[in-house]
């Protein structure tokens, strides 16, 4: 759903910017943004642990989440990086449900 470009691959990158990156908490997510490259494309981290499910659980949770991404891609800025971690109660939150908590913390205005 997300060409390599439009997402994080290194764990120094996801490392940056979950500790550097504004925080945004939902009730199933939480949402870090950090302004990256400013000509480079948006990129997209998941961080979906055990304590959300087993593995199917898990990934399914990713793939939503990829996808709520893939919609929003449009409206992210130039630049930005985004790690959205999950929260086991992402496991029973509806499609719908994610998507409202990652757009909210996504049209939220960025940290410079």
Do not use: W
């Not at 940056?16 to 939902?26: F, I, K, Y």
């Amino acid at each position: 759903m997300l060409a390599r470009s439009h997402r994080l691959t290194r764990g120094s990158d996801y490392k940056t910017v979950v500790r550097r990156g504004r925080r945004c908490a939902g009730s199933h997510t939480v949402t870090y943004t950090m302004r990256g490259a400013d000509s480079a494309a948006p990129r997209f981290g998941f961080i979906v642990s055990r304590q959300v499910g087993g593995a199917v659980v898990r990934n399914t949770v990713r793939r939503r989440l990829k996808a709520v991404c893939a919609e929003a891609l449009p409206d992210v800025g130039e630049g930005r990086d985004v790690v959205i971690r999950a929260l086991p109660s992402a496991a029973t939150a509806t499609f719908a449900d994610l998507r409202a908590d990652v757009t909210r913390c996504l049209t939220r205005r960025p940290a410079s």
